[in-house]
């Protein structure tokens, strides 16, 4: 166990929030998105949800809604939503209630998602 006492309460509260994202292995993610697609989870509390997605090519997704806003940034790859092309460094926030969506991926993608 680190010996915190010699840190600030922000600096033991900002060590809870680092992940290692290339020490975590992908998982399956479930029945929710197509057969292929993988997930790293990188937070999962009442406060809201990270993940990175990686959706195989060929991926499809039709159109939902969530609850909470939800963002998306593009690390690799590219994605397609309703005949636009977004590729990585592409940012998108998609508020509560909205509908999103059919995504579909012709080259793969790894996505960092959000919700909160």
Not at 56 to 70: A, C, L, Q, V
Request: glycine share 10%; charged share 20%.
């Amino acid at each position: 166990m680190p010996d915190y006492s010699r840190i600030s309460r922000m600096e033991v509260i900002m060590l809870d929030m680092i992940v290692n994202c290339n020490s975590m292995e992908w998982q399956d993610a479930g029945e929710a998105y197509p057969r292929g697609t993988q997930i790293k989870v990188l937070r999962d509390d009442e406060g809201g949800r990270t993940v990175i997605l990686k959706v195989p090519k060929g991926f499809k997704i039709e159109g939902h809604t969530h609850i909470k806003t939800e963002q998306h940034f593009i690390l690799k790859g590219q994605y397609e939503m309703n005949g636009q092309v977004y590729s990585q460094g592409t940012y998108q926030l998609i508020h509560p209630q909205m509908t999103h969506g059919p995504f579909t991926s012709q080259t793969g993608a790894e996505i960092l998602i959000t919700w909160c």
